[in-house]
């Protein structure tokens, strides 16, 4: 079992910035990935960025060059920092860790709410 709390969501005016939290507590071991997706209303969660234990790392088309992901293993942490924000970027964003003991698994955070106001 692997918990997951996310923070530092909130309101931002249009081209600012936000930094997003993900801490991973219960059977660390077993990750072998961390990201963030997002969930708009009405639409798919799609992703936003992963990052491996082995540090290979993957960000959606809408989001690169303006969204860096980064790890701490020692800390258990996955952060997101978002640049340039957009309306479009409105979602609520979660945290996601893959992980495998005697199958695969995903858990999910419970969500934390970005608004970029225009």
């Known amino acids: 079992q692997v918990q997951l709390v996310e923070s530092g969501g909130g309101l931002v005016q249009a081209g600012g910035s936000l930094r997003l939290s993900c801490a991973a507590s219960g059977s660390i071991s077993s990750i072998n990935l961390m990201g963030w997706y997002r969930q708009a209303p009405g639409k798919q969660r799609e992703l936003v960025a992963s990052?491996?234990?082995?540090?290979?790392?993957n960000y959606g088309d809408s989001v690169k060059g303006r969204f860096t992901i980064s790890r701490d293993n020692t800390k258990n942490t996955v952060d997101l920092q978002m640049n340039s924000l957009n309306t479009e970027d409105t979602a609520v964003y979660y945290c996601?860790?893959?992980?495998?003991?005697?199958?695969?698994?995903?858990?999910w955070g419970q969500g934390t709410q970005v608004t970029v106001s225009s």
């Open positions: 996601r860790a893959r992980a495998r003991l005697y199958r695969a698994e995903d858990y």
């Open positions: 990052i491996t234990t082995g540090g290979t790392i």
